[in-house]
């Protein structure tokens, strides 16, 4: 550790328990962090983050693990703070399958069980500089590549998401270099991300339209697949609005309203037609390559291997 330099590295700590709080500080301290803020809720977490993004975050999840973990999936997705790619480590003192999953699934860079010796906290800090994963974008997640298996099929491109933690710990940059760095990179990652974000949403829009067209109404997967259409199309909505793509915005809407009108069992033909239209007219705004044949082609072959996975796992219950 002796080549890394920490004491310009701005850090935030989550953690509802004070003698915790007080633990963590002091073991940062005992490996050279002298810039520490400590927050005692979520809340205030997400607000300091807000403030001043910092350059690692240690929350705590043990009693609040699903909101701790759906605030660090909103900071990934872009919802939260000027950086989406902060480095987090969330600490916990049960380290149970149900809590490695929804970390997992966060986008957390790591997480370390409590209670941690400082060498142990040490080396995790120590990975995210030297060794941190790539990063990859998908409909539902945004953090570092997990993928054990690396010959299955994916068109999840893997990059290096900015790292303001490694700027200051190992390149030792000037304040001014730093900020210059890190706004150029944090603007090139914020872009793939909006950019990502929309062409994969975009299809999952197209995906839940060819699921919606055989389920039955009264299903309660069909009330939560037009939940979740509607939702994304507000996202993406609202991710148009701040990259300037005004005719995905207006398709985005439209496919809104069909959502908002299956969701109160109006016409259910014409809203099922206006769903259609809209949902493959965004995706062609962020696939031209693609032809129509193409379009439905690859629609039909995902909802193909969810409808498989959705028998399998009917049947095994």
Same mark, same amino acid.
């Given at each position: !550790?002796?080549?890394?330099?920490?004491?310009?590295?701005?850090?935030?700590?989550?953690?509802?328990?004070?003698?915790?709080?007080?633990?963590?500080?002091?073991?940062?301290?005992?490996?050279?962090?002298?810039?520490?803020? !400590?927050?005692?809720?979520?809340?205030?977490?997400?607000?300091?983050?807000?403030?001043?993004?910092?350059?690692?975050?240690?929350?705590?999840?043990?009693?609040?693990?699903?909101?701790?973990?759906?605030?660090?999936?909103?900071?990934?997705?872009?919802?939260?703070?000027?950086?989406?790619? @902060?480095?987090?480590?969330?600490?916990?003192?049960?380290?149970?399958?149900?809590? @490695?999953?929804?970390?997992?699934?966060?986008?957390?860079?790591?997480?370390?069980?409590?209670?941690?010796?400082?060498?142990?906290?040490?080396?995790?800090?120590?990975?995210?500089?030297?060794?941190?994963?790539?990063?990859?974008?998908?409909?539902?997640?945004?953090?570092?590549?997990?993928?054990?298996?690396?010959?299955?099929?994916?068109?999840?491109?893997?990059?290096?998401?900015?790292?303001?933690?490694?700027?200051?710990?190992?390149?030792?940059?000037?304040?001014?270099? @730093?900020?210059?760095?890190?706004?150029?990179?944090?603007?090139?990652?914020? &872009?793939?991300?909006?950019?990502?974000?929309?062409?994969?949403?975009?299809?999952?829009?197209?995906?839940?339209?060819?699921?919606?067209?055989?389920?039955?109404?009264?299903?309660?997967?069909?009330?939560?697949?037009?939940?979740?259409?509607?939702?994304?199309?507000?996202?993406?909505?609202?991710?148009?609005?701040?990259?300037?793509?005004?005719?995905?915005?207006?398709?985005?809407?439209?496919?809104?309203?069909?959502? &908002?009108?299956?969701?109160?069992?109006?016409?259910?033909?014409?809203?099922?037609?206006?769903?259609?239209?809209?949902?493959?007219?965004?995706?062609?705004?962020?696939?031209?390559?693609?032809?129509?044949?193409?379009?439905?082609? &690859?629609?039909?072959?995902?909802?193909? @291997?969810?409808?498989?996975?959705?028998?399998?796992?009917?049947?095994?219950?």
């Amino acid at each position: !550790m002796s080549k890394l330099s920490f004491d310009s590295v701005d850090v935030l700590i989550y953690d509802p328990v004070p003698a915790n709080r007080t633990a963590t500080r002091a073991a940062l301290y005992a490996l050279g962090f002298r810039r520490t803020e !400590m927050v005692s809720t979520p809340d205030a977490f997400v607000e300091a983050v807000q403030k001043r993004p910092p350059d690692i975050a240690l929350c705590e999840a043990q009693g609040a693990a699903d909101e701790v973990c759906a605030i660090i999936q909103q900071m990934r997705q872009g919802g939260t703070g000027d950086n989406p790619f @902060i480095a987090i480590i969330v600490t916990a003192w049960d380290k149970n399958t149900g809590l @490695i999953n929804k970390v997992i699934s966060s986008g957390a860079d790591d997480l370390l069980l409590r209670p941690f010796s400082t060498a142990l906290l040490g080396q995790r800090i120590e990975a995210i500089i030297e060794r941190r994963k790539g990063f990859v974008i998908t409909t539902d997640y945004v953090g570092p590549n997990r993928r054990r298996d690396e010959s299955r099929p994916s068109d999840a491109e893997t990059f290096e998401p900015p790292n303001s933690l490694k700027m200051k710990a190992k390149d030792k940059l000037s304040a001014e270099a @730093i900020a210059r760095r890190l706004d150029g990179e944090l603007k090139s990652a914020r &872009e793939k991300l909006t950019r990502e974000k929309l062409r994969r949403d975009a299809f999952q829009v197209c995906v839940l339209w060819r699921l919606l067209q055989d389920a039955m109404p009264a299903e309660a997967q069909t009330m939560r697949d037009i939940v979740k259409l509607e939702t994304l199309a507000r996202s993406i909505g609202a991710r148009c609005v701040d990259a300037g793509f005004a005719p995905a915005l207006d398709w985005s809407q439209q496919v809104a309203a069909a959502a &908002e009108g299956l969701a109160r069992n109006m016409d259910r033909n014409a809203a099922m037609h206006l769903l259609g239209h809209a949902a493959l007219s965004l995706h062609l705004v962020f696939h031209p390559e693609k032809t129509p044949a193409d379009q439905v082609s &690859e629609i039909d072959a995902t909802v193909a @291997i969810i409808r498989a996975r959705h028998q399998a796992q009917a049947l095994a219950s």
